[in-house]
């Protein structure tokens, strides 16, 4: 089935530095997603993306985080600066135009900030 | 509080027999509902989904059941295979009112056995 890929794996950076997580989505989707996990919790939307925009981010989409994709390069979403509170695992998620609801999901960024 | 909840954190089931794997829900405004299967360290993928005006839908060994009135939908597995071992993971969505974000349960980790 369609694939999203997401670099890194994982990732483990000090608290205050910048990271960028990385989502190639599936090709001629249109819609991007974020969605946040942390250890022991269920996965919880962060933001969606569309046409170059944010549509809809929650409360866990802090002032520190940021997302964009620039010229159909990957989708990105950047943390600045890192907190402890950011260890999580970060999944990224695209979907078809047509059908905004059926999310394909990549394998997640395993983000630790020590 | 958690807006969608899976109770139950593991199943067990003979190979063979049928699991079911159940989810409430508290926003009747949801009228999207999805399993996802999960690997460790792999991608959520997308097992089946309804909208909110059916009440079953069947894929092969897989039936999805929701139940408006009761808050709950439930996705039943025949001819459960060890393969089958992974967790399962519910989600919803108000797509008439919302920029499609999913609301996750916390997963049920199904274990099958020989």
């Known amino acids: 089935g369609p694939k999203v890929l997401q670099i890194p794996s994982h990732q483990i950076i000090d608290m205050g530095q910048m990271v960028t997580l990385n989502c190639d989505p599936v090709?001629?989707?249109?819609?991007f997603y974020w969605y946040k996990q942390i250890l022991g919790q269920q996965m919880e939307f962060l933001v969606n993306?569309?046409?170059?925009?944010?549509?809809?981010k929650s409360k866990l989409f802090k002032d520190q985080f940021s997302v964009e994709r620039p010229d159909g390069s990957y989708f990105t979403l950047k943390i600045q600066p890192t907190a402890l509170e950011d260890s999580a695992v970060y999944f990224c998620?695209?979907?078809?135009?047509?059908?905004?609801?059926?999310?394909?999901f990549g394998p997640g960024t395993r983000l630790l900030v020590l | 509080g958690q807006q969608v909840k899976q109770s139950s954190p593991s199943l067990t089931v003979q190979e063979g027999g049928i699991s079911i794997l159940n989810c409430d829900y508290e926003?009747?405004?949801?009228?999207?509902f999805a399993w996802y299967k999960k690997y460790p360290d792999n991608s959520p993928t997308l097992l089946i989904s309804?909208?909110?005006?059916?009440d079953k839908r069947e894929d092969g060994r897989l039936t999805v059941f929701l139940n408006k009135s009761g808050k709950h939908f439930s996705l039943h597995i025949t001819a459960s295979q060890p393969e089958d071992t992974a967790v399962y993971l519910c989600?919803?969505?108000?797509?008439?009112?919302?920029?499609?974000?999913?609301?996750f349960g916390k997963g049920t980790l199904l274990t099958v056995t020989p």
């Open positions: 998620a695209s979907s078809p135009g047509g059908a905004r609801d059926t999310q394909y």
């Open positions: 090709s001629n989707h249109l819609y």
């Open positions: 993306f569309y046409n170059g925009k944010v549509m809809e």
């Open positions: 926003n009747d405004m949801f009228d999207y």
């Open positions: 309804v909208r909110s005006n059916v």
């Open positions: 989600a919803a969505d108000n797509s008439g009112g919302s920029n499609y974000k999913l609301t």
